[in-house]
């Protein structure tokens, strides 16, 4: 596990849904960790989640299938770093000194994360720091994780594309447009629905799409959890 191995170390994950968290948690499971806890914002109104618009019970869904529990705080964004320290501190509580958190290359971000954490009497680790964007996407497709984008930047990428699952030839589309791989600009957010980390895929029908400042999203509403075959 990056910036300090321990095998079988307690963690909890920052967890947007989205594609950084999935692989970033991976490789901290790879490296020895137990995840005991995924961490998640949501919108005031705890319907959905903060960052990527997802659906509370897709959240749920997806920790069902990760096979761990899940604690969310509710929050505007004027009271976002004092939410999240909260729920921080309540894992530290139960043990976990130790947060994994999917940032790539965003030096602001990742002091805000690692002050934060900190702050509530815990350490933030990055595995995928510093890694190549357009390397970890190829990784992403590689493990087998199924990325479906759920919110596109207006004027940036198609809404067509929402709904569809991240492959080869879309970040083909992504590199000729000249779009992020990874979307560490805004202009694409994702909700991953199956890989290593799952006992089993996470299905989803597709819902409203709306337009909410200059981005477009659509609403995956979860189905019960598909066991996998032998």
Known sequence: MPDGDEDNRPIYCSWSGGKDSALALHH?????????LLVTMLTEGGVRSRSHGLRRELLETQARAIGAPI?????TWDDYEEALTGELVEAGRRGLRTGVFGDIDIESH????ERVAAAAGTEAVHPLWQ?????????V???????????VRDGVLPSSLLGETIDAAMLGEFERAGVDLAGENGEFHTCVVDGP?????????PGEVILRDGVWFIDLVPRDLV???D
């Open 28 to 36: 901290a499971i790879q490296g020895g960790a137990r995840l005991e």
């Open 71 to 75: 604690a969310f705080a509710a929050t």
């Open 110 to 113: 990742r002091e805000w994360v």
């Open 131 to 139: 890694r190549d964007r357009a390397e970890l996407m190829r990784e």
């Open 141 to 151: 497709l590689a493990l087998g994780f199924r990325a479906v984008l759920v919110a």
């Open 197 to 205: 980390i799952f006992s089993a895929p996470v299905e989803v029908e």
């Open 227 to 229: 066991p996998r075959g």
